[in-house]
Every structure is written in C-alpha cells, then in structure tokens.
C-alpha cells in the first residue's frame, strides 16, 4: 500500500510573466490534488518571480512570514506615463526622451534621492480596497481613484543598466523596499522627479524577506510526490527559535496542554519566541514560554514538512 505523501508546506514558486497570482495558486492545488492552498504577497500580471504558496496547514502560516523586506529588479522605461504605471495600461501623459536620462551618473543621482522613509501614493490600478471596492474595479469602470498615500521606504536602488534603443530610455535597477511597496509608483515618481514620464517595463521579484528567487521552482515541477523535498523551512520563513520534543508528546500538542520546557530534546534559546515544536521532523506548533512551560499559541494536527 502506497502511502500518500504530506503535502502541508510552504513552497516557493516562481510566478511567470502573464498570469495572476490566483492562477498560480489554481495551478498548485491541481498539481497537488489540494483545496487548501494560499499565498502571502501579490504579484501583478506582468510580474514574474518569487510567491510563496501555503499547501494545507501551512496556509494558516502565511500571515506569520518574515516577509517585511521585498527584492525585485526593474525596467523602467521613459518617454510615457501609463494609466496603471506599468506597460500594459494607457499613455495618459508623453514626454521627449531628454539625452540627461541616458547619462548614469544622472540616473544614480535621482535613484539615491528616493532612498529612505516616504509617503507613497498607490497606483490607482491596485488592489487597495475603498469603501469595500478594489481600486481597480473602479478605475477599469472609468471612476477617479483618490487613494491616500501611504508610509512605505526604499532600503536600496541601485543602477544595473541604463539602456534602450532609438528615442527610448530604459534603466533597469534592482530595488530593495518595504512590504507594501509598489514599484509602478516609484517608477512613476521616478519619471516626475526627473522632469519626464516614466513607467514599469518588466518586472521580477528577486526576494521576499529571507526567501530568494534561488528557492522557486516552477509550477510545471510540482507533484504530490516532489512537493516534499521542494517544502520551504517553515521554521527559517517564520524566524522561530527551533525545539525538538519527544514523539510521545503529540496527544498533548494536540490537546493544547502546556508542556515543561525541560521535556525539550535539546538546548535552546528561551529568550528567542516565537517557539517551533517539533516533533519526529515535522513542525506541529508554536509556542511561547510561560513559568517554565511551553503555552500552545497554533497546533497543527497534521505536522507541517520542510523541517531542516
């Protein structure tokens, strides 16, 4: 008798250009024969790179992840603004390509000065919600989007290229932001700053927090069987402190009883919560300490894999 294999995990994918976030998610429950699959950070169309995709349990993760910092490299294309700051809107507004863009020293100059803490004003093309509608149902309906800015900040932008050919202007740079950052807008401002209109070309998420592009696999690689060696470490996703417990502690996992620290099958740092039980290889709550006891916070009946 074959044993199904234990799909609760986090995989990483890496989302291809032209498809929606939903159809990646659609894609892995297919692949995997689950319902139960998530995801934690949108991508937009046009968007290829790093999602991480929740399979069973391990949905009830993803809202955990230490995925605050954001990775992506850029096109940014100058001589037109776009209505949703990205190539597959509408010129809303054309300016001549002016030689100074072409110069790096220019381009570095204007990339250094977005660096650091800023309000930034959301495309009207996202998928902030206002008075319960998603800002671009109402701006593909022809309505004005006024959308409050928000406090974001750019970590890094670094110059990797200035190009294009003829009267076009493209630089490609490698963003580091915060969550919550959208770099249609920063290509947008970018292009006003500079005394031009600018918009996204292509784009690709590199990182999201500790998970890098080195980790993706492609949807068409997935099975039930090559989902378990491809599982993220849930443990190194959520920056948990490790512990192993004892096999015969599962009934009282499972019931929520508070467990003695000292029934841990290892050393550990009790001053580093949150806590990963972990019991024969596969994560099966987290914990915090309280008066020598671990306090349950999330059980998750079937142990979720990916435990290195």
């Known amino acids: 008798m074959t044993t199904k294999p234990d799909n609760s995990g986090l995989l990483v994918i890496d989302k291809p250009q032209g498809v ?79 030689n100074e863009l072409r110069d790096p020293a220019y381009a570095r100059e204007h990339l250094a000065a977005i660096l650091g803490p800023q309000m930034q004003v959301p495309p009207a093309f996202s998928a902030i919600s206002v008075n319960g509608v998603r800002a671009y149902k109402s701006a593909r309906e022809g309505n004005a989007v006024d959308l409050p800015p928000r406090p974001v900040e750019v970590y890094a932008a670094d110059l ?41 070309s292509a784009l690709r998420r590199t990182a999201s927090g500790v998970v ?29 402190t490790r512990v192993d417990l004892p096999g015969n502690l599962a009934d009282d996992l499972l019931c929520g009883r508070r467990i003695p620290v000292e029934r841990a099958l290892a050393d550990f740092d009790a001053s580093k919560a949150p806590f990963a039980l972990v019991l024969d290889g596969g994560l099966k709550a987290l914990a915090r300490i309280e008066s020598g006891r671990f306090v349950m916070e999330h059980v998750f009946p079937q142990a979720i894999g990916g435990v290195r």
């Open 20 to 98: 929606t976030s939903h159809d990646v998610v659609a894609a892995v429950r297919g692949a995997l024969h689950m319902k139960r699959v998530g995801h934690a950070g949108t991508l937009d169309p046009m968007a290829s790179g790093v999602m991480v995709v929740g399979v069973g349990q391990a949905t009830r993760l993803l809202g955990m992840l230490a995925l605050d910092t954001k990775s992506y490299v850029a096109d940014i294309s100058f001589g037109a603004e776009t209505n949703t700051d990205d190539a597959e809107g509408e010129a809303v507004r054309t300016v001549a390509v002016a």
């Open 160 to 200: 990797i290229a200035v190009g294009g050919k003829g009267d076009s202007c493209v630089w490609t740079v490698a963003f580091s932001v915060s969550k919550g950052t959208y770099i249609r807008a920063l290509a947008r401002d970018l292009g006003r700053a500079c005394d031009s209109a600018a918009h996204i």
């Open 212 to 240: 890098s592009i080195g980790a993706c696999h492609a949807v068409e690689e997935l099975s039930p069987e090559s989902a378990v060696g491809f599982a993220l470490d849930p443990i190194a996703a959520l920056g948990a």
